[in-house]
């Protein structure tokens, strides 16, 4: 029975993650993040609370359970605050990481790890797994030299790249999708900006490419994204007419127009054909992604 390590199960890849690798018979799974107790307590799930950023508590951990696989959904993924603690920012997305690195090497266990589109410039998009990273905020820094970490340490391990992940979950922090239905059920007005292009990717595809990356063993970096290009402003508008909300409440802007801290890249597409041909996998579009998250809203009373 292969064991799996899941560091970061109370957000919401992790959740997803979680309920996925909880249905498989064959696989034996430890929830992890820094918080006391576990969202699915009531599922009867293994947990137990797990602070990266101390060695001595993740060497203990892994050399306790043993296991065959971790996946690390764990980081500080809020780009200005990164930009503001720096201390903080590199103590969870490096620090942590190379106490996962030690710790996969002591035990033999593959690492699979989630990475970001802000390890890149934007300067030109479609990027390739093999694409020069050149991040331009101290987030995406954070997020190359955990890459960095994991790639020069000798050990099997997975890099999974992914861009504006959206979707639900008990008490996650409010993604960008979630953000605007807020805003606008609320009838408030939102800005988002035009000239900032990505691939929004709903939470269950990037779980699932990260469970075919386990179960076929692949290794490597992956870029695992949705299949269609927007602006963040297309994108809201998108997610209003979805959900039967005012569109008119978005205003369009540019990125300069926004007090934002932390600089952003402008163009983030990336290239997802290795995840297709290698992992078989085919991602949602907006529309196929944003008709799940109403399902889901819809059944969890929220919508």
């Known amino acids: 029975m292969r064991r799996f390590l899941l560091c970061g199960s109370n957000g919401l890849l992790g959740q997803r993650l979680a309920l996925m690798l909880g249905g498989e018979t064959e696989y034996e799974v430890l929830n992890t993040s820094h918080h006391r107790s576990f969202v699915f307590d009531h599922h009867l799930f293994d947990y137990t609370q797990l602070d990266l950023t101390r060695a001595s508590d993740v060497k203990s951990l892994v050399s306790s359970f043993q296991p065959d696989v971790i996946i690390n959904a764990a980081g500080a993924t809020n780009v200005d605050w990164c930009e503001d603690h720096r201390e903080e920012a590199w103590a969870i997305n490096v620090t942590g990481v190379e106490h996962l690195v030690e710790a996969s090497r002591k035990v033999g266990a593959t690492l699979i790890h989630v990475s970001t589109d802000y390890i890149f410039d934007g300067k030109t998009g479609n990027y390739r797994e093999d694409d020069r990273p050149n991040p331009q905020n101290y987030y995406g820094k954070t997020k190359l030299a955990g890459e ?66 386990a179960e076929l063993e692949k290794t490597g970096i992956f870029h695992i994204t949705g299949s269609e290009a927007v602006s963040r402003y297309e994108f809201a508008v998108r997610i209003a007419r979805a959900f039967n909300l005012d569109a008119g409440l978005i205003h369009r802007v540019k990125t300069s127009d926004l007090p934002q801290r932390a600089v952003r890249p402008m163009n ?9 041909t290698e992992l078989g996998l085919k991602t949602s579009n907006i529309e196929q992604g944003l008709a799940l998250l109403k399902q889901e809203l819809q059944s969890a009373g929220k919508n």
């Open 148 to 213: 960095n970490a994991i790639r020069i340490a000798g050990i099997d391990y997975a890099i999974v790249r992914t861009v504006v992940l959206y979707g639900t979950g008990y008490r996650v922090k409010r993604n960008f999708a979630l953000w605007v239905l807020d805003n606008l059920k609320s009838g408030m007005s939102i800005r988002c900006v035009d000239d900032q292009i990505s691939c929004p990717t709903y939470v269950t595809d990037l779980a699932l490419g990260i469970l075919k990356i």
């Open 268 to 276: 983030t597409t990336m290239i997802t054909v290795k995840a297709q």
